[in-house]
């Protein structure tokens, strides 16, 4: 009989995948409406950043520290895991389909498990190396062939959305090693928000970026706050997913998130795909499995045989 905290633990896998899932689209829709990168990506950052600091001081966790590690944990994580990232996908968004936009972005795990080896806080496995090279394999599929993209000129931005993966990939390996003590991991992401929202505060003034809210709210300023709140639960859920299932199970929201980035861009933008882009993202999706399922097969084997 299945547990009432794996239930609760696939729920919330869902559904998390689900809202992350749903935020290549919501930016996609605001990118293609008016809304500069850099404004949208200065939102993302700040929204987030105040809710969270109010669900902190609420929850009785306000304890967010100012020494030096925890300043330099905030700027490292804040710059390689939102601003880099974001602001390169949402320079990207409107260029590509929502869809395989989804896909390319949620290859972290595939290009964590490399720097994780390198970084030594994973162990090798041939199966998760297959599933690197697959994916590798499945890219090649997306950029080489000219009839894979809808347009050819999409294929420079394919290959520099790829710098938003590999730096959410740096940053989660620095945060499993240099992630600070005794503080609680709302207070950290309220920290690293604002961190990021400070460091984007100076691009946004200087390009003339900022977009400023109208009352009343037109489409792409209520799809601005929508993917503010859809974030904020986002981090909320992603906490409470890790403190009942556990890390390691979280590897696979990435292919939620993908089949979701998927749905929605079919949905709201009519995409579809071809042939050379059905192999291209079964070869990706598979090598997230491969990836995902050989590391949770070892952390169960550690955990039952206690290695």
């Known amino acids: 009989m299945i547990s009432n905290k794996k239930i609760l633990s696939l729920s919330l896998l869902l559904l998390l995948g689900f809202i992350w899932g749903t935020g290549y689209s919501i930016a996609r829709f605001a990118l293609t409406h008016g809304v500069p990168s850099f404004g949208y990506s200065f939102w993302q ?54 869809g395989l936009l989804a896909v390319v972005v949620n290859t972290v795990p595939i290009i964590a498990y490399p720097l994780a080896l390198l970084a030594r806080v994973e162990l090798f496995h041939w199966t998760r190396l297959a599933g690197v090279f697959l994916a590798l394999l499945g890219l090649m599929c997306l950029v080489l062939p000219k009839t894979s993209l809808p347009s050819h000129e999409m294929v420079p931005w394919v290959l520099s959305v790829l ?15 240099y992630r600070p003590i005794n503080t609680d991991s709302t207070s950290l992401a309220a920290g690293t928000l ?13 390009s003339h970026s900022f977009y400023a809210l109208h009352f009343p709210l037109t ?4 799809v601005i706050l929508l993917e503010i709140i859809l974030s904020s639960i986002g981090y909320i859920l992603f906490f409470q997913f890790i403190k009942i299932a556990g890390p390691v199970y979280y590897s696979l929201v990435d292919t939620i998130v993908s089949l979701t ?47």
């Open 45 to 98: 950052s700040v929204g987030p950043a105040i809710l969270l600091s109010l669900f902190a001081f609420k929850q009785n966790k306000s304890n967010t520290k100012i020494s030096v590690p925890h300043i330099r944990y905030y700027l490292i994580a804040g710059l390689t895991g939102i601003v880099i990232p974001n602001t390169n996908m949402y320079f990207a968004a409107p260029h590509l389909p929502a």
């Open 163 to 177: 710098l938003t993966p590999f730096s959410f990939a740096f940053s989660a390996v620095y945060i499993a090693r």
């Open 194 to 206: 604002i961190c990021s929202s400070l460091f984007l505060l100076p691009f946004v003034f200087y």
């Open 219 to 222: 489409l792409p300023d209520a």
């Open 261 to 307: 980035g998927l749905m929605w861009g079919y949905i709201i933008f009519h995409e579809k795909l071809n042939q050379w882009t059905a192999t291209a993202v079964l070869f990706i999706l598979f090598s997230l499995i491969l990836v995902t399922k050989r590391q949770i097969y070892s952390a169960n084997y550690e955990k039952k045989y206690a290695i």
